[in-house]
C-alpha cells in the first residue's frame, strides 16, 4: 500500500515519479487475516516483496478490544533490535520471529486473550521510496464450558418439567447446543436460550423439558456441543435421574442357616429406609432382629408369630407390606 507522500513526490518530478512509480508499482506487503483459539499461540506473519531498498524500521501496530486506539506497540530496527512500546497489553507475550534482511516481519503472540481481538498492521519502512502495509485482523475464538445440571430434581408427575439443562457458556462464537433424544422419541421437546456477554461471548442453555414419569428414570440422553473452537464436537453424557416415592413393597423369603430372613424390597428413587415394625404386638426381642431391610428369624419359637410390617420411605413418600409370620411345632424340630 503506498502512502499519499508518494503521490506528491511524484507530481514534483515527472521523470523520478516514472521511475519511482514503475518499480514500486509491484511492491507490497503479504499477509493474511488471522484466527486463534484463546490460550494459544498465533503467528502474524508479513513480509515486503519485490524490493531491493534499504529497510529502515518494521513497524507494528494494533487496535484491539482492549485498546481500541491504533497505536504502535513493536518496532524493529535493521540491527536487530527490537522495541517494544509499554504498556501494549501483550507484555511478555509477543515475539518478533522475522529477519530483517528478508524484510519478513513475523510475529509470535503468546497465549491470545479475547482483548488482543482487532487489527494489527504491519508497516515496512524503507528508503527511498517510503512506506508499505498491511493489516491483519485477527479473531479470537473462545470455547465454551460445558456442564449438564439440573436445577430441580423433578420429582413423578403428570406435568411438563425441565428435565435436564444443558450449559455451553461464555462461548465465541455461540456454541450449537443439541440434545440426543432418541431414547425418548418425541415425548420430549427442548428450548434453547442464549445470552450476549458485553465480552462479545455468548451463553447458550438448553432445557430438555418432558412429563417426569417411572420410564423417563435413568435414560440416556447425551447433549451434544458443537462450536469452531472445539476440535471435534463434544458429547456430554447425561443420565436422566426422576424421583419418585417408593411403589409396591414386596417382602420375600429367603433362607439362610441358622437363621430365617425375609427381605423387603420396594422401588423408589432415591433408595428407601426401611422400618420393620410388628402390628398389634410388642417387638419379640430375643427372637427377631431388623436390619435395614432384612428381618432375621433368630430362634424359631412360637413367640415371634404374628403379623409384620415393613415401611418404605423416601423423601417423596412411603408406602407399606406386610408378611404373617408363623413357626409350627413340627417346623422347629
Ligand atoms: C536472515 O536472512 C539472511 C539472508 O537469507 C540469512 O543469512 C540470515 O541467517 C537470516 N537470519 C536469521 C536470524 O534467520
Ligand atoms: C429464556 O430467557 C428469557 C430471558 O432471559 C427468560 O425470560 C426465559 O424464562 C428463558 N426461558 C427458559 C426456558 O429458560
Ligand atoms: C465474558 O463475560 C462473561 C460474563 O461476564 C464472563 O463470564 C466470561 O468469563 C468472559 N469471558 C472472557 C473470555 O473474558
Ligand atoms: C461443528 O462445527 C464446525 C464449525 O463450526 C462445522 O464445520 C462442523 O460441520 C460441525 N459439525 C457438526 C457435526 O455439525
Ligand atoms: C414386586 O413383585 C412384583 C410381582 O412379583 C414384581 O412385578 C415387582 O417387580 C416386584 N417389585 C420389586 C421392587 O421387586
Aim: charged share 15%.
Amino acid at each position: 500500500m503506498r502512502r499519499a507522500k508518494h503521490v506528491t513526490e511524484a507530481l514534483l518530478c515527472c521523470v523520478t515519479l516514472l521511475v519511482i512509480h514503475r518499480s514500486s508499482d509491484s511492491i507490497r506487503v503479504i499477509g493474511g487475516s488471522m484466527t486463534v483459539v484463546q490460550g494459544e499461540d498465533v503467528d502474524l506473519s508479513c513480509r515486503l516483496l519485490e524490493t531491493d531498498e534499504e529497510l529502515e524500521q518494521i513497524t507494528w501496530q494494533k487496535r484491539t478490544l482492549e485498546e481500541p486506539e491504533n497505536h504502535n506497540f513493536l518496532l524493529i530496527y535493521p540491527s536487530g533490535v527490537t522495541d517494544f512500546i509499554s504498556p501494549n497489553g501483550l507484555e511478555n507475550r509477543v515475539q518478533f520471529f522475522g529477519n530483517q534482511t528478508e524484510k519478513i516481519g513475523s510475529i509470535r503472540i503468546t497465549a491470545a486473550r479475547l482483548l488482543d481481538e482487532g487489527t494489527f498492521t504491519c508497516v515496512f519502512s524503507v528508503f527511498p521510496s517510503g512506506v508499505y502495509s498491511i493489516e491483519i485482523p485477527l479473531t479470537v475464538l473462545v470455547p465454551p464450558v460445558m456442564s449438564v445440571t439440573v436445577d430441580v430434581p423433578p420429582v413423578i408427575g403428570e406435568n411438563e418439567v425441565v428435565l435436564a439443562s444443558c450449559l455451553a457458556a461464555g462461548a465465541k462464537p455461540q456454541a450449537e447446543v443439541r440434545w440426543n433424544t432418541d431414547a425418548f422419541g418425541s415425548l420430549v421437546r427442548t428450548v434453547t436460550n442464549s445470552t450476549q456477554h458485553a465480552n462479545g461471548t455468548t451463553t447458550v442453555v438448553s432445557h430438555l423439558l418432558g412429563v417426569p414419569t417411572r420410564a423417563a428414570n435413568q435414560q440416556q440422553v447425551p447433549c451434544v456441543v458443537n462450536q469452531s473452537a472445539l476440535a471435534t464436537e463434544r458429547t456430554l453424557a447425561y443420565t436422566i435421574n426422576i424421583n419418585y416415592p417408593p411403589q409396591t413393597v414386596n417382602i420375600t423369603l429367603s433362607e439362610g442357616t441358622p437363621a430365617t430372613v425375609f427381605l423387603c424390597v420396594a422401588d423408589s428413587n432415591p433408595k428407601a429406609i426401611y422400618t420393620w415394625t410388628r402390628v398389634g404386638q410388642p417387638w419379640p426381642q430375643s427372637a427377631v432382629r431388623a436390619e435395614g431391610n432384612t428381618l432375621h428369624l433368630i430362634s424359631l419359637s412360637s413367640e415371634l408369630n404374628g403379623l409384620y410390617s415393613c415401611e418404605a420411605s423416601n423423601p417423596y413418600g412411603r408406602a407399606t407390606g406386610s408378611q404373617y409370620v408363623h413357626v409350627t411345632s413340627c417346623k422347629n424340630t
